[in-house]
């Protein structure tokens, strides 16, 4: 996968424009429209009507075009299995809502700064402040963001590692790395939030701060 | 001021000593730590900042217990690790600085303007909406730096700060740190950057063996490893 897929880019575009509460209220609505709307031309409608979104932000096309392949070749074969079962219908709306919710969701992210997400995730939750600590909501989302690249690295330099060894077709010399290195750079990211401070307490509310007190 | 009374520190899961009891003061602006792999240099360089705490013993920073008051202590105390990816928490440069600004800064145009002005001190103003991955090594560790700064310390921990980088970063990382306004302890193998210190710390086998002057500190573990490396057979 490309680390710079669906990353923000600053443009001056009408989606980079939008507030971030539209875009997240956008991404619902459509996606709930693809899960309801089950009939095949509305979905391929609505599948170019993402993808045109998608392009309007300005992304790197290439990087771009590569990140939905990935995402075509499962739509393909998913449409495939529906086909083979008789289901040409059922096959058109699977694959087109796979691949328009993905453009959709990169239209948003390249064109909202994490900021912003930050910003907006730790809002809507404020109310249910009590039960989950906002602030640590809106990191754990772009924490996710910022995690995905970097496994897909992580798993790049393990099959690169096991190609060295003669290990080309081992599943296991690329999965064993790649997940015990990403154990680790889940720990390492942890220490660097604690050693920076962020959403310690003090950034949630008191009944966090009693619970998360750790007794040594 | 960085005060280790007795502490000690034991590893939680196989139970060995890491670090044997040990009482210090640290009050100059550059301290160098120094000391072979495993030595316990780095956990002693946590325990400033409470990311090790100590099972006997205590260790204080400007009078706060880095156990009882550790959110507190972080806000003093800023830590660097060696690793500059998984010290990089959000997607792009400026993104990361306003993480740390966060806490001090509300306004959120506010926040950017001073991401941007950090970023800028550093020399990486035009790298603002560049990714992280994108960014080379060298760049990674002065955005990590500069991520450690925002939150406005008044004590940075480096541990290795320098280590993965080329000799370019490695001089342009080492300058920025002796430029800093603020006290800065480094762990390190670089014995050059070590004998630039006011006061150096040989850490061995869980133990301060030699603490004073860094040139006579430096010759002290250069002949302690040179001694072992006669005694131990080479692998």
Not at chain 2, 73 to 79: E, H, I, L, M, N
Request: with cysteine.
């Amino acid at each position: 996968m490309n680390p710079t897929l669906g990353m923000y880019r600053p443009r001056n575009t009408p989606m980079h424009q939008a507030p971030a509460w539209f875009k997240a209220v956008l991404l619902v609505v459509i996606a709930a429209v693809f899960v309801l709307f089950t009939d095949p031309i509305t979905s391929v409608g609505l599948m170019a009507a993402c993808v045109l979104l998608l392009i309007s932000t300005g992304p790197p096309l290439k990087a771009t075009a590569q990140g939905l392949l990935g995402i075509v070749i499962i739509a393909a074969l998913s449409g495939g299995f529906h086909v083979w079962r008789g289901e040409i219908d059922r096959a058109i709306d699977l694959a087109a809502d796979l691949v328009g919710l993905v453009a959709l969701a990169l239209a948003v992210t390249s064109s909202t700064p994490m900021e912003h997400m930050l910003d907006l995730v730790s809002r809507i939750l404020r109310p249910l402040r009590r039960v989950i600590p906002p602030e640590t909501m809106g990191l754990m989302f772009a924490i996710t963001v910022r995690a995905v690249p970097e496994v897909a690295r992580m798993m790049s330099e393990s099959r690169s590692a096991a190609k060295a060894r003669g290990l080309d077709r081992s599943f296991r010399a690329v999965l064993i790395p790649t997940t015990t290195r990403t154990v680790g750079f889940a720990l390492d990211l942890g220490q660097a939030l604690h050693a920076r401070g962020i959403a310690e307490e003090g950034d949630n509310p008191a009944p966090y701060r009693r619970a998360r007190r750790v007794k040594h | 001021m960085i005060e280790f009374l007795d502490a000690e520190f034991t590893a939680p899961d196989s139970g060995a000593r890491i670090l044997e009891p040990t009482t210090l003061t640290l009050d100059e602006r550059r301290i160098s730590i120094i000391g072979a792999n495993g030595s316990g240099k780095s956990t002693l360089a946590r325990m400033i900042n409470g990311l090790a705490t100590p099972t006997s013993g205590s260790v204080r920073v400007d009078g706060m217990d880095t156990v009882k008051q550790g959110a507190k202590v972080r806000r003093v105390v800023g830590f660097l690790f060696t690793e500059p990816s998984s010290q990089l928490i959000m997607p792009t440069a400026i993104e990361d600085i306003t993480l740390s600004l966060r806490r001090s800064i509300k306004d959120r145009t506010e926040r950017e303007a001073a991401a941007m002005q950090i970023l800028g001190d550093i020399g990486l103003a035009d790298k603002a909406d560049v990714s992280v991955n994108a960014l080379s090594g060298g760049q990674r560790q002065m955005l990590a730096l500069a991520g450690v700064l925002a939150i406005t310390p008044r004590i940075i921990v480096a541990d290795e700060p320098t280590t993965l980088l080329d000799l370019r970063w490695r001089a342009h990382v080492g300058a920025l740190l002796r430029s800093l306004p603020l006290q800065v302890i480094e762990i390190t193998h670089d014995l050059e950057a070590a004998a630039r210190a006011q006061r150096t710390i040989v850490v061995d086998h869980g133990a301060v063996v030699f603490d004073g002057d860094p040139a006579e500190a430096v010759e002290y573990y250069r002949a302690l490893m040179l001694d072992r490396a006669v005694g131990e057979p080479a692998t």
